[in-house]
């Protein structure tokens, strides 16, 4: 999960609860991780983060899923060289890994970065991908028709997947809106990615690159910049609904912009089997 935060100055920067001292070298980087990775069904995260130089050397901070790897998220202050990092409470950044790394990397060329600090890593429940499959009671009525009935409606099934465009019905002037395009795109079979720009009285410049579970219903939350965003995919597929649960007013709606929505795709197709059906009871 991926969420982009402020960087603050060291004058306005609290980071009372530091209590841990480290000194990394000139351009050089210490990396923090887990002590145990996290066990099945729970993924890495970043609760809360927060680092200040004691001398007023320079850093960058950033997360990535293996230290090696040349990618990291987007979270962080990697784009800008700070003497203070604070993110408290609902700061959440990770993929759906085992363990994520928090990575600090002194800027300074000639000395060394006297830092203090308070990171809290921890493991997050990961919301099951598969339709789970329920229990019978113990008790079960039956209802028999007297006619069966046969219907030709398709049911309706979520297509999360595809690009949709804002209607900006979300004031810039008051809130922190989306903008532009979201894109959801399908990753590793069983996830989907969120991406999209938001602007406005955002604290930064702010952009949502997030990797959920994919959803197996119309809905689904995620958090940015610490609000609770709901997020409600329409019957048809046809439009999303961006829902600030926190600030309402700041929420916003998109519509799809591929040709057509799965639910006008499905009902040709029944269509089509129909008339199928009717041209062979014609012939025969």
């Known amino acids: ?26 351009n050089s980087e210490r990396s923090f991780s887990l002590t145990d990775p996290c066990r099945a069904g729970t993924a890495a995260a970043v609760s809360s983060l927060n680092v200040q130089s004691k001398d007023g050397s320079g850093f960058q901070i950033y997360t990535k899923d293996n230290p090696s790897d040349l990618s990291y998220y987007t979270a962080g202050s990697i784009n800008s060289t700070v003497s203070c990092f604070n993110k408290g409470s609902g700061f ?15 800027k300074e060329l000639f000395r060394s970065c006297s ?48 690009t949709f465009n804002m209607v900006h019905r979300c004031d810039t002037k008051t809130c ?12 590793n079979n069983n996830y989907l990615r969120v991406q999209c720009q938001f602007v ?14 994919m959803p197996n219903s119309f809905q689904t939350q995620i958090a940015f910049l610490g609000d609770p965003i709901q997020i409600t995919l329409s019957q048809d597929s046809s439009t ?33 089997l129909s008339g199928l059906v009717s041209l062979k009871q014609f012939v025969m």
């Open 176 to 187: 922190c809106c989306p903008s532009g395009q979201a894109s959801l795109s399908r990753e």
């Open 115 to 162: 830092l203090h600090y308070s990171i809290s890593l921890i493991c997050i429940p990961i919301t099951a991908t598969s339709t789970s499959r329920s229990t019978p009671s113990s008790t079960v009525t039956v209802t028999a028709s007297v006619k069966p009935v046969t219907s030709l409606s398709p049911v309706a099934t979520p297509n999360w997947v595809g």
């Open 200 to 213: 406005g009285q955002c604290p930064s410049t702010a952009y949502l690159n997030i990797l959920i579970p």
């Open 1 to 26: 999960m991926t969420i982009f935060v402020r960087t603050l100055d060291g004058q306005t920067c609290d980071c009372r609860f530091c209590l841990v001292n480290v000194t990394i070298n000139a």
């Open 240 to 272: 999303i609904e961006l829902r600030n649960l926190r600030a309402p007013e700041c929420s916003e709606s998109a519509r799809r912009n591929d040709a057509m929505s799965t639910a006008i795709i499905n009902s040709m197709l029944i269509a089509l």
């Open 92 to 106: 959440n950044v990770g993929g759906v890994k085992s363990q994520i790394y928090v990575v600090i990397r002194c």
